[in-house]
């Protein structure tokens, strides 16, 4: 069992459990996921918080934010400035590196539910990341 925070349209925050990433897509794809707050099944996961316990302070030792909403925005930019945007040319790029036809690099895009089902068969790793377009992308 998977455990994601999801939120609802009208910004209530909830957990969720489900069998795998798949199911939770594919119930949320026929809107079987609701808010228990006001019912509402226009869903989306949004990053879980993470705590990280040292014997420095993890703004310190990484210069950081604790605060999960910064530390979520943050981690955004980073990706945003050290991986390439592929955009929707995201699974050609992974499998061309993955057979080595290019070199490997730090990539970024967006893949349709049966690219990502590609990926996964072909034993490609990759790490799904929940992002708002900024205003100015909509």
């Given amino acids: 069992m998977i455990a994601f925070d999801l939120e609802c349209a009208a ?24 808010c228990p707050i006001c019912s509402n099944t226009d869903i989306r996961r949004i990053l879980s918080p993470v ?3 040292s014997g420095i302070r ?4 990484t210069g950081l934010s604790m605060d999960p909403q910064t ?5 955004i930019e980073f ?9 929707t040319e995201f699974t050609k790029e992974a499998l061309k590196m993955h057979y080595g036809v290019t ?14 089902k590609t ?4 034993g490609i790793e990759y790490f799904k990341i929940p992002h708002q377009k900024k205003k100015h992308e909509a």
């Fill in 103 to 116: 070199e490997k690099r730090n990539i970024r895009g967006a893949a349709t539910n049966e690219e990502e």
């Fill in 51 to 53: 705590a990280v316990r």
């Fill in 71 to 75: 530390l979520a925005r943050e981690m």
């Fill in 11 to 34: 910004g209530h925050t909830f957990e969720g459990w489900f069998s795998s990433t798949e199911s939770f897509d594919e119930q949320n794809a026929k809107n079987l996921v609701s």
């Fill in 58 to 61: 993890a703004s310190e030792s």
């Fill in 119 to 122: 990926l996964k068969e072909e």
């Fill in 79 to 87: 990706i945003d400035k050290n991986f390439e945007d592929v955009g």
